[in-house]
């Protein structure tokens, strides 16, 4: 645990900015559509541009990464994810308001790469995925603050203070790792002198690798439902199909980052203690979508009202969804220390080019209906939306054990 605290836990402090700063659109995302006059499509692209900038920086991040080290890497990214905050904070309209979005994205880019990439430098393989569990359910907290807390602190200070909160936070969080955590792994040599093309090339061994392309579409899938969900599109669905006041949105919310936390903690030890007695890495993450479809399923057929039944399958869809990571872990596992960052990054590239195309794609598909009074979305349009990522998992899965396939 002393390892836990100077390694990983400052590492994870930059991952509860990262997932504060996805979940807070979803809190105050119904606020910015009426300040802006905002349309469903327009909404789903404020929210996208964050995972457009956070999916570009992926394969130059892990890159820099694997020569340079997390801590460097990371120290700099955290004074540009504080310089997107302010420029939130003091935008004058939505057009600004996505430039801080986007520079914000880039500054928290690396917040799971650079966990992945010490603690594979640092744990035995059999613990990757527990320990990097542990950091992503610490970071998972900064989920929990963008629901409740945010909607108490947005009558005080407004959202534009809260956006000046979290730039001091992630300043702090950046000196801390800064402090904290080593250049390179226990008697690892600095990474060997090579051209940058080389260094680059390694990009297509990953990419071309057979485990990566039987693997990762299904695991980017899974982990890009959840940023999706929670980035956005989980807040108007509670509000335009389940009815629901805000004061109860923010409460189901927080019991949608309570699933992540939990789910971040437990699947990442699960998927540990099962490889440890000879089970396969990924079955955790494919166990997991298979629960987040039967959940998206419901919400389709059945018409819930009640909050407590909400909270409970919203709940479960994060769990599920959380064991992404514990997925990354594994394809790890199919490539050396050496490649760590690269791998994960080209796992998360294509993870958030998933997200920003289906967080457009929902609002496409709700603008094809009529606003309703409200100023909402007609839930029919949320029902196909649903419908289409339940399609999506059902092609990944199918891609992932096609007969002849083994391991």
Known sequence: MRMFARLTLPLAGLNFVNQASRTMIATVGPLLALEFGLSASELGLLAAVFFAGYGLAQLPIGLAIDLWGSRRVQTVLGCVAACGFVICAVAPGPAWLAVGRAVTGLGVSAGLIAMLKVNTQWYPKDRVAGMTGLGIFVGSCGSVAATVPVALLVPEIGWRGVFVVLSLLTLGV?????????????????????????????????????????????????????????????????????????????????????????????????????????????LVPLVAMGVIAVVQLLLILLPWRDPVTLGVLWFTFALSASAGPSGYAAIGQRFGPELAGRVATAINASMLGLVFLLQNAIGWILDLWPRVATGGWDPAGYGWALGMTVALQALTLGWMLLPGRRG
């Not at 226990?186 to 990953?206: H, L, M, Q, T, V």
């Open 174 to 282: 950046a000196g801390w790792i800064w402090t904290s955590v080593p250049d390179r792994g226990p008697g690892a040599a600095p990474p060997p002198r090579r051209s940058f093309g080389r260094e680059i090339a390694e990009f297509g061994k990953i990419f071309a690798h057979p485990a990566f392309l039987r693997f990762a579409p299904a695991v980017a899938l899974l982990s890009s439902l959840n940023f999706t969900y929670q980035g956005l599109w989980a807040g108007p669905w509670l509000r335009d199909v389940a009815l629901l006041d805000d004061g109860v949105r923010a409460v189901l919310l927080m019991a949608y980052s309570a699933g992540l936390m939990v789910g971040s903690a437990a699947t990442g030890q699960a998927a540990s203690f099962l490889q440890r007695r000879g089970a396969g890495p990924m």
